[in-house]
């Protein structure tokens, strides 16, 4: 079992930056994947961005793309998403999500739905405005 707990989120004006942390603790495995996902108000779960196991690719939602970074410290089962240049469309509550990693060839097309992921942070809340 995979606890994770977000931490990081606050009120942040348009254009600044904000880095969110999700701690993970329990069954840790060097191949899980571990995703950042959002949901705004009135808004279905989407994901952000996803490090893969143990050779960290990263892969993000073109709404993050050149504005988010997601890493990881393995020492630290933490991961972190550093948002720059936000904007208010960013806020949101954002959770940290986990799991085995798909494989290669279904990858591209699951890293970023909701049910590819048994385990799930309790969400921090960003606000930008």
């Known amino acids: 079992h995979v606890q994770l707990v977000e931490s990081g989120g606050g009120s942040v004006q348009a254009g600044g930056s904000r880095r969110l942390s999700c701690t993970a603790s329990?069954?840790?495995?060097?191949?899980?994947?571990m995703a950042w996902f959002r949901q705004g108000p009135g808004t279905v779960r989407e994901g952000v961005a996803v490090?893969?196991?143990?050779?960290?690719?990263?892969t993000y939602a073109n709404s993050a793309k050149g504005r988010f970074t997601v890493s990881k410290d393995d020492a630290k089962h933490t991961i972190y998403l550093l948002m720059n240049n936000l904007k208010e469309d960013d806020t949101a509550t954002y959770y940290c999500?986990?799991?085995?990693?798909?494989?290669?060839?279904?990858?591209?097309?699951?890293?970023?739905?909701?049910?590819?992921?048994?385990?799930w942070g309790q969400g921090t809340q960003v606000t930008v405005s």
């Open positions: 999500a986990a799991d085995v990693c798909a494989s290669a060839a279904k990858f591209g097309t699951t890293w970023y739905r909701r049910t590819s992921y048994g385990y």
């Open positions: 329990g069954d840790v495995y060097g191949n899980n994947c």
């Open positions: 490090i893969e196991g143990a050779d960290h690719t990263t």
